[in-house]
């Protein structure tokens, strides 16, 4: 057989020292099969691959454990003859020592796809992470934030520049702000002890509650597995911080027997008839201020007698509507939609301190606050009904109202919140005449 010409497509069937013109007249047969090899005789699992297409690479080719291994090593034209015999034969000693040498590229990209998630976890940010623990967080056995405390939360960490509703200027920074820049991994001990103390110089009690939130986007965070290497549970806890809080001491303040003619005279005196109103509904409901300021007439049954209100912890409760709070919210106008109407954007009333403080110093009273009026409720309503009845009309959490009371049907309790009314009035020197026309009531000396 006389010797192939230069210009000829080589021999597949037998090896050869591949050479550049060897490696350009390598075809394959598009009607036959999609790709065709070229081995090499100098580096054993060289060979040239050649598509229908006609791209060609560099390819390694052996056995381990008697299946065939293959793998690119690059394009013709990236790669020279002697690189890539190099490349097969560093291939060749790996696949002698029984190691298969996709699994070491595979390892190699898996762990720099991990160096590389890594290290952008490790440039994350307080901020970033942020609109998640606002969009998944929750509260200790709760489902989801109660609406007015993910306002908070979400007012702590704003930017401000936002026009003041009362006031001239701009709102500054919420609290939580400074630490939205904040790596992870730098949220330490030091950073936020740094971090109070400068807050703390604008007010101590609320840095101290922004302080309380963000230890609870820490707790959220190290229950991650993604985060929990980066951020320390603790950090907030540092012995530095805890010594500079403000004491936490239980508020007692509440109107006493003797001081309750004086408040409601100085309460009934005020121009503010809504704020008026509602101030004496305060007292004789025990609700939270925010349940009451959102009630609207579409829950108020003046036939059945009952209010829904916000609930703490339900969404709702309903209660009793007793005769002197039915005919006190009857006086009242209705301008919208809300019961303690307003001006406000909101439509409701928002802030009655101001007036509260004018019934205060009428009365002679020095501080009551609006929790005070809650624990006013609670007190007068335990000397006529049983702790769990009072306990079931504020609203407070099922664990805590008395040991072995039963949540009572509506009409059940009606008699305790009407016993309880009955004692505030009478208490605050009231003479109520039920079947009296509404705007009628007034006050006994």
């Not at 009231?430 to 006050?443: H, N, Q, S, Y």
């Amino acid at each position: 057989m006389g010797r192939p010409k230069k210009t000829d497509a080589p021999d597949l069937s037998e090896a050869q020292e591949l050479t550049a013109g060897l490696i350009e007249r390598l075809t394959c047969r598009t009607d036959i099969k999609t790709q065709a090899f070229l081995r090499d005789t100098k580096a054993p699992g060289l060979r040239v691959r050649v598509s229908n297409t006609g791209a060609k690479s560099f390819v390694f080719e052996a056995k381990l454990n008697r299946q065939t291994i293959r793998r690119s090593i690059g394009d013709v034209r990236a790669w020279t003859i002697e690189a890539a015999r190099s490349e097969a034969n560093r291939l060749r000693v790996t696949l002698d020592t029984g190691i298969d040498p996709r699994e070491v590229e595979r390892d190699k990209l898996t762990a720099a796809v991990e160096k590389h998630a890594a290290a952008a976890a490790h440039a994350l940010t307080v901020g970033e992470l942020w609109p998640r623990y606002l969009a998944e967080g929750k509260p200790k056995r709760k489902d989801a934030w109660k609406p007015r405390y993910r306002a908070d939360l979400e007012a702590m960490a704003g930017a401000g520049g936002i026009k003041k509703v009362r006031g001239q200027g701009v709102t500054r920074p919420g609290p939580l702000y400074p630490l939205l820049a904040l790596k992870l991994s730098d949220v330490t001990e030091d950073a936020l002890q740094i971090w109070f103390e400068r807050e703390a110089k604008a007010g101590r009690h609320q840095a101290t509650r922004a302080l309380m939130m963000f230890r609870g986007f820490l707790r959220w965070s190290s229950a991650r597995p993604e985060y929990r290497k980066l951020i320390d549970r603790d950090a907030g806890k540092a012995p530095a911080i805890l010594e500079n809080l403000p004491r936490n001491t239980k508020r007692t303040d509440v109107l006493g027997v003797a001081q309750l003619p004086g408040w409601w005279l100085g309460v009934e005196q005020l121009r503010n008839r809504t704020a008026s109103a509602y101030l004496k509904a305060l007292v004789l409901t025990g609700a939270r201020k925010e349940e009451l300021a959102a009630l609207t007439w579409a829950n108020v049954d003046f036939r059945w007698r009952k209010l829904t209100i916000a609930d703490k912890w339900e969404l709702t409760r309903t209660i009793p509507l007793t005769p002197y709070l039915a005919q006190l919210l009857a006086t009242l106008p209705r301008v919208n939609d809300c019961v303690f109407a307003s001006t406000s954007k909101s439509g409701r009333i928002t802030d009655a301190r101001s007036s509260h403080n004018k019934a205060l110093r009428s009365a002679a009273i020095d501080h009551v606050t609006f929790h005070g009026l809650r624990r006013t409720f609670t007190q007068r309503g335990r000397s006529v009904a049983p702790a769990g009845a009072v306990a079931q009309i504020e609203g407070h959490q099922p664990s805590a109202t008395a040991e072995g009371y039963a949540v009572l049907p509506l009409d059940d309790l009606r008699p305790y919140a009407e016993q309880i009314e009955a004692r505030i009035l009478e208490q605050a020197g009231i003479v109520f005449d039920a079947k009296a026309v509404p705007g009628t009531l007034r006050v006994v000396a």
